[in-house]
Every structure is written in structure tokens, then in C-alpha cells.
């Protein structure tokens, strides 16, 4: 992946993360080899899951060029 689009991918991962107030806190780093960390804590199991969700198909989205997966939820 272009190093140069990671910035774009970090500010989206922020963006959701601070869409969710205080019942989901995260952090975004940039570590010394190519990629992104994200850390996660989060106050119920279902913001937790809702984050990953959103975190997950963004990424998906802004990496890859890949729409959001049919998921079945039971």
C-alpha cells in the first residue's frame, strides 16, 4: 500500500472513534514499520463490537477498495 495514503486511513479510524463519545475510547499510532495500531476500551460489549464493526469495514474500505461484507448476526 502507498505510504501516503495511510494519514487518510488514520484520520478515519479517528473520526469513528471520537463518533462514539466516551463509551468507546481508542487511540491511533503509527508504528516504525508501514501500518496503523488501534487500541480499544470501551465501557459495554456492544460499543466494543459496534466499534470493530465500523473499524473493521472502514479499513476494509480505505485499504483494500472492498465494500462491507454480508455478515449475518443471529
Known amino acids: 500500500?502507498?505510504?501516503d495514503r495511510w494519514p487518510a486511513?488514520?484520520?478515519t479510524?479517528?473520526?469513528?472513534l471520537d463518533s462514539f463519545g466516551s463509551d468507546l475510547l481508542g487511540g491511533v499510532t503509527e508504528?516504525?514499520?508501514p501500518g496503523l495500531a488501534v487500541k480499544l476500551v470501551s465501557r459495554s460489549p456492544g460499543a466494543l463490537?459496534?466499534?470493530q464493526e465500523l473499524?473493521?469495514?472502514a479499513t476494509?474500505?480505505?485499504v483494500l477498495g472492498l465494500a462491507r461484507p454480508a455478515r449475518r448476526h443471529y
Do not use: Q, T
Open 31 to 33: 508504528p516504525p514499520v
Open 49 to 51: 463490537a459496534r466499534g
Open 13 to 16: 479510524v479517528a473520526e469513528i
Open 60 to 62: 476494509r474500505r480505505e
Open 1 to 3: 500500500m502507498d505510504p
Open 9 to 11: 486511513v488514520r484520520d
Open 55 to 57: 473499524l473493521c469495514d
